[in-house]
């Protein structure tokens, strides 16, 4: 059995290096695994994917440093968890991984940051604040857009330190914001190198941490500040945006996207007393469908971010669910033509189809031809029901 080849504690000791060195959403897309769903290795109270951690070390001790592919071998308490726990490590079912307890440093933190708020509600917040308040409080340190309290954050589980709040003026992401959460996109400014890159790394710590962090917008009037409390609930390197949700306690983990969990197409429709379709979850949705898909429209290929959206293939005003399965990413451009009618997907072909007697491909900017260039599909039954539809008009 390959992964009994095994047993140089320091190559694991090495492949964790690497982990932190690269993030997770990297280091297991750079080297082939999926993210672990039962069983993780933890060391000095970190979580990591224990499968991807035993094939990465395979190969710093045995392959030149090439890892053992993950379909080479199985995970699992008889191979990978029996291994790693012969070479000193601990290893956990993921029902304890789910809420590890916090170190007292942590432990702290979380509870200034509580306290932090309630200051907050207590002078009249969280809307209409003024931004020396922020200060004052410690929420916003100002003139950036990712506020990290150096001082105060620097060591807890970060060289960098801890995110503590976000500034989202709308600027250029206005409809990414909403009463639920928002999708923060990495910072890219002409700062000095690396600072960008320490304060994404330094957000993904809150969100490890599962420390709130506090998005700050502008307010009414234009001079004051509202403040939302939020948790960092995930991050795409290739679309380069945090997931942000808005709630008074941390959220609980959400469900699988990776294509295992079963497939929900419909969900119940919920109308405002305007007669429009609500739509909570907006942002986690349009994360889970960037993360499926990437951060290119599947028609055409454009990539700029501000013009990227996340199209329901069953709609929302038709019930469909927000499983990203039930989902593309669409420039804006492709979106409305698709809720127009203008072209549609044949399930089993995946061809892209125009209207018969409406614009063709050329007139509609579409250069893709088909679907089958993704690295993940929509889900079938989300197919069907559109094409169906579609062919109904």
Same mark, same amino acid.
């Given at each position: 059995?390959?992964?009994?080849?095994?047993?140089?504690?320091?190559? +694991?000791?090495?492949?964790?290096?690497?982990?932190?060195?690269?993030?997770?959403?990297?280091?297991? %897309?750079?080297?082939?695994?999926? *993210? #672990?769903?039962?069983?993780?290795?933890? !060391?000095? &109270?970190?979580?990591?994917d224990s499968k991807a951690i035993a094939g990465v070390a395979h190969g710093i001790q045995l392959r030149g440093g090439q890892p053992l592919p993950a379909s080479a071998f199985s995970g699992g308490e008889a191979t990978v968890a029996r291994k790693l726990r =012969? @070479?000193?490590?601990?290893?956990?079912?993921? %029902?304890?991984?789910?809420? /590890?307890?916090?170190?007292?440093?942590?432990?702290?933190?979380?509870?200034?940051?509580? #306290?932090?708020?309630?200051?907050?509600?207590?002078?009249?917040?969280?809307?209409? @604040?003024? *931004?020396?308040?922020?200060?004052?409080?410690?929420?916003?340190?100002?003139?950036? &857009?990712?506020?990290?309290?150096?001082?105060?954050? $620097?060591?807890?589980? #970060?060289?960098?330190?801890?995110?503590?709040?976000?500034? !989202?003026?709308?600027?250029?992401?206005?409809?990414?914001?909403?009463?639920?959460?928002?999708?923060? !996109?990495?910072?890219?400014? &002409?700062?000095? /190198?690396?600072?960008?890159? =320490?304060?994404?790394?330094?957000?993904?710590?809150?969100?490890?941490? $599962?420390?709130?962090?506090?998005?700050?917008?502008?307010?009414?009037?234009?001079?004051?500040?509202? +403040?939302?409390?939020?948790?960092?609930?995930?991050?795409?390197?290739?679309?380069?945006?945090?997931?942000?949700?808005?709630?008074?306690?941390?959220?609980?983990?959400?469900?699988?996207?990776?294509?295992?969990? /079963?497939?929900? @197409?419909?969900?119940?429709?919920?109308?405002? =007393?305007?007669?429009?379709?609500?739509?909570?979850?907006?942002?986690?949705?349009?994360?889970?469908?960037?993360?499926?898909?990437?951060? #290119?429209?599947?028609?055409?290929?454009?990539?700029?971010?501000?013009?990227?959206q996340a199209a329901h293939l069953r709609r929302k005003a038709e019930g469909g669910s927000d499983d990203p399965r039930n989902g593309l990413v669409l420039c804006a451009l492709h979106h409305l033509a698709y809720d127009r009618g203008l072209w549609a997907i044949?399930?089993?072909?995946?061809?892209?189809?125009?209207?018969? &007697?409406?614009?063709?491909?050329?007139?509609?900017?579409?250069?893709?031809?088909?679907?089958?260039?993704?690295?993940?599909? /929509? !889900?079938?039954?989300a197919l069907r029901y559109a094409w169906s539809s579609w062919e109904g008009n």
């Amino acid at each position: 059995m390959p992964l009994a080849e095994l047993t140089d504690r320091d190559a +694991v000791l090495r492949a964790i290096e690497e982990f932190d060195r690269l993030e997770r959403d990297r280091f297991l %897309s750079t080297y082939g695994f999926k *993210p #672990a769903r039962t069983y993780f290795l933890r !060391h000095d &109270g970190r979580d990591y994917d224990s499968k991807a951690i035993a094939g990465v070390a395979h190969g710093i001790q045995l392959r030149g440093g090439q890892p053992l592919p993950a379909s080479a071998f199985s995970g699992g308490e008889a191979t990978v968890a029996r291994k790693l726990r =012969s @070479l000193g490590f601990e290893v956990i079912r993921r %029902s304890e991984q789910a809420a /590890p307890q916090p170190s007292g440093r942590v432990a702290q933190e979380r509870a200034r940051r509580e #306290a932090m708020w309630t200051s907050l509600l207590t002078a009249g917040g969280p809307g209409g @604040l003024a *931004p020396r308040l922020l200060r004052e409080v410690g929420i916003y340190g100002g003139a950036q &857009g990712v506020w990290v309290d150096t001082d105060r954050t $620097r060591g807890i589980a #970060a060289a960098g330190g801890i995110t503590v709040s976000l500034l !989202h003026t709308g600027r250029h992401y206005a409809d990414e914001l909403s009463a639920d959460g928002v999708l923060y !996109h990495y910072p890219r400014t &002409g700062r000095p /190198p690396g600072r960008d890159r =320490s304060e994404v790394q330094a957000t993904r710590a809150a969100g490890r941490l $599962r420390l709130p962090v506090f998005v700050v917008t502008p307010g009414v009037p234009a001079s004051s500040r509202n +403040v939302q409390k939020g948790w960092i609930e995930g991050w795409d390197d290739d679309a380069e945006v945090f997931l942000v949700t808005f709630a008074e306690d941390v959220p609980a983990e959400p469900p699988s996207d990776d294509g295992a969990s /079963p497939f929900v @197409l419909e969900t119940g429709i919920t109308r405002s =007393s305007r007669s429009v379709v609500d739509r909570p979850n907006q942002q986690r949705f349009k994360f889970a469908v960037l993360k499926l898909y990437g951060p #290119a429209c599947a028609v055409c290929d454009l990539a700029i971010k501000e013009l990227l959206q996340a199209a329901h293939l069953r709609r929302k005003a038709e019930g469909g669910s927000d499983d990203p399965r039930n989902g593309l990413v669409l420039c804006a451009l492709h979106h409305l033509a698709y809720d127009r009618g203008l072209w549609a997907i044949e399930p089993s072909s995946l061809a892209v189809r125009n209207q018969p &007697g409406g614009p063709d491909a050329v007139q509609l900017r579409l250069t893709r031809g088909s679907l089958r260039h993704l690295p993940n599909r /929509p !889900h079938e039954d989300a197919l069907r029901y559109a094409w169906s539809s579609w062919e109904g008009n």
